[in-house]
């Protein structure tokens, strides 16, 4: 009997090894071919691809368009299934493939109408631009056409379908979808509306303090270098009431119901339409002229913030067709280098949080048909939309839309109560959104196009003019020496009001009336300082002609990568002139690396001047704290102990007064978070201090102290009770869910984290999910450090790796380096290209 049970364990192991190994040579199919030559419709004359020691395509052409066709076959063979799903996301297509369970998510971006306003935006783009993208249409097109069944990547296999041919509209959209991952202003109106309708107006700006008066601006208060007189009085330091009433009506959170409306969905693509509501998203960047450097010539970099996903959001890439000559990260779907050089200038970009979102309150009539404005009523017009759903009937989709936009209401009142995972929510009123994203005519990717040619700052803010969204914070620098900066966009004029709330819709008081000029948008021309610093600040120092915004990060990365410069530059007076040292690729590849937390320089001092001791257990972490120099590197009890004191911070202080549903939006905003208990603490406001669901009074000493107590607990639970062994990367940890992480048995295979140092206010950031305390949903996931000069030692770095195929070895291959920040070398030649080559790929024209 023991033979036979030996001998069928021994056939049991054997299948599933045959099985394994049989699966593994099914995809490996899969697999991009690297090396050869490959017969394709669409090029004049043959593309070579050079995939270089890092894997970094270098496409070689006779001209522009045969490049831009062969960065779209590279993209196509790395990150074909990455690019599906971004365009499915786009137009509100994953139920198709993935079933009911992103149906929440499809309803939600229909109502929005991201491929509506894609497909418009496609048909205005101008002809130059449609020819481009065409091109690299073509080049995705001719992978496609050429793939199908194993040779696809394994995703599609495993969910039973083939991609549909691209198009220019498919383009457009992932663009409108990046601009919604840099545009978040909806959900701070949403939390200042449950915020004044649960402890009042003046409450809700002491819990939302804005942008100190005296806080690090990127410019001085003209916005510009060119002498621009000011005509408006500096604006307040609380928001504005005007133009907007508070829903009288007793609800469930405004804030909670749109979170919840895509929350109860499946995960697929959840953080991303979530991702814009998560402090630090943003970027840093900074450039200086050739008077600060080693070189005599221009130094600039970047590293922007998004969401951390696998395949990484950024691919490396490079185009040399003549005297188009590009090289940089680029988004996979998309045709052009958004961030990098091409042989005459470079350019990086930060978030400028421009306020270009509006919530309006509608008053519709008993039909639902109309809606009232200043007295009459106006039709609503009704778009038909239909959601195919694997495994279900479609679903029929009546999108209605006011003069303001889509009822987005409609989309969260419909996916709340369908949600079988969540309470009920009250519904929320009409509410309509309005985006300069869903404006028919959108150049923001011609503009792109254009930047890429550009060779002088002529060249580059001319290309600027038709940017739309999202608006960001340019940072330029040229061959010729010269520096500058501009934050262009689409950035709307309100009759009344400032976009801090949602508007009344009904009364015409909130209006958009036109766009900041495009000359008056805050700009810079070599600069007399020598150099421009931008960290998601405030572009312009008050007074300001116009409103740009409200959200800004507290200065903390700007003013320590200021702080940095100078103590590098080692000069005597304010500024950096005449500098002891002179600025090097080393010395900005190290700042990129840089983790001291001035969150916690400013927060903490605060916060031990109102604690003590009161147990053995606390005194070893009060000392840890109090001898620590805020560097908060992965290897630092101190830096975990005070990121779990602050993660319980808010909640211990406001969570009695705001309840756990708006606590749970609250307590991410971690720049208003910081002001408030700073602002709190510092005048010992003991009516925030005080638990109102207790019979006593504590004090701002007790609230503190029992924050200290929970984020003690909260470690000890995570890492044991020896405070000696404890970590700050054990428990901080970079995520990088695939988009069928959801999918329990495959997210081991498929999705990658690693430990990290840094905080949300740090240069290499690392920012805590509010809703994964610890987890790292926000990273820097592109960097790089360019040099002007003709020895160009430029760099760049991936987050993850450049392949989007789970069996390459280029899946995950740069996770360590990007932790480590170890940066690749930005290869521009041939001879470099060719340098160790992992395979040459030649395409050519049938």
Known sequence: MRKFVLRGLVAIVALVVMASVGACVYLRRSLPVVDGTVTVAGVSAPVEIIRDADAIPHIFAANTLDGLFGLGYVHAQDRLWQMEFQRRIGFGRLSEVLGAATLPQDRFLRTVGFGRAARAAWASTPDRAKQQVNAYVAGVNAFIASHHGGDLPPEFSLLRFEPEPWTGADVVVWVKMMAWDLSGNYSFELLRHDLIRTVGEARMNQLMPLYPPNGLSILGKSGTTEGTEDTEKTRSTQVSSSASSVSSVVSSSWARAFTSAIASSDAAGRDFLLGATTEGLGSNNWVVDGTLTASGKPLLANDPHLGARLPSTWYLAHISAGEFDVIGGTLPGTPAVALGRNRFIAWGATNVAADVEDLYREHLDATGQFAEFRGAREPITV??????????????????????????????????????????????????????????????????????????????????????????????????????????????????????????????????TGWVPFDDLPHAFDPPAHFIVTANNRPVAPPYRYLLGLEWAEPYR?????????????????????????????????????????????????????????????????????????????????????????????????????????????????????????????????????????????????????????????????????????????????????????????????????????????????????????????????????????????????AVGQSGHLLSPHYDDALRTWRDVQHRKMRITRTEAERGATGTLTLTPR
């Open 383 to 512: 778009i038909p939309e239909t959601i195919v759903v694997k495994g279900a009937s479609p679903v029929q989709l009546a999108v209605r839309v006011t003069r303001h936009g889509p009822l987005v209401s409609d989309a969260i009142n419909a996916n709340n109560a369908e949600s079988k995972t969540i309470p009920k929510l009250a519904p929320v009123e009409p509410l309509a959104f309005r985006w300069t994203a869903l404006d028919s005519d959108d150049g923001t990717l011609a503009s792109f196009l254009k930047v890429n040619e550009a060779r002088t700052w002529a060249d580059f803010t001319d290309a600027l003019k038709g940017y739309v969204v999202p608006s960001q914070n340019f940072v330029y620098a040229d061959v010729d020496g010269h520096i500058g900066y501009y934050a262009p966009g689409r950035i709307p004029m309100r009759a009344s009001g400032d976009g801090s709330r949602p508007a009344d819709g009904w009364t015409g008081d909130a209006e958009w």
């Open 558 to 798: 700007a003013q320590r990568i200021t702080d940095l410069m100078h103590q590098l530059a080692g000069s005597k007076g304010p500024g950096l002139h005449p500098p002891e040292h002179k600025f090097t690729t080393d010395d900005f590849a190290r700042m990129q690396a840089d983790t001291r937390s001035l969150h916690a320089k400013a927060l903490l001092p605060v916060l031990l001047s109102h604690t003590r001791a009161m147990t053995p257990r606390e005194q070893p972490a009060l000392d840890r704290l109090r001898q620590w120099n805020f560097d908060a590197t992965g290897d630092s009890a101190a830096t975990a102990i005070f990121q779990a004191w602050f993660l319980h911070l808010a909640p211990t202080l406001a969570g009695d007064d705001l309840g756990p549903s708006i606590t749970d939006v609250y307590q991410g905003k971690f720049s208003f978070v910081t002001r408030f208990i700073i602002n709190t603490l510092t005048s010992n406001d003991e009516s925030w201090c005080d638990d109102v669901t207790t019979a006593g009074r504590e004090t701002c000493d007790e609230a503190v102290a029992g924050a200290l107590r929970k984020g003690l607990d909260d470690l000890r639970r995570r890492m044991g009770d020896n405070m000696t062994r404890w970590r700050w990367d054990v428990m901080h940890r970079a995520v990088f869910p695939h988009a069928l992480d959801s999918v329990a048995v495959l997210r081991p295979l498929l999705s990658r984290s690693i430990g990290i140092g840094g905080d949300w206010s740090t240069v290499d950031v690392g920012v805590t999910a509010a809703d994964h305390p610890y987890e790292a949903h926000t990273v820097p996931g592109y960097r790089e450090v360019i040099d002007l000069s003709p020895a160009d030692d430029s760099r760049f770095q991936d």
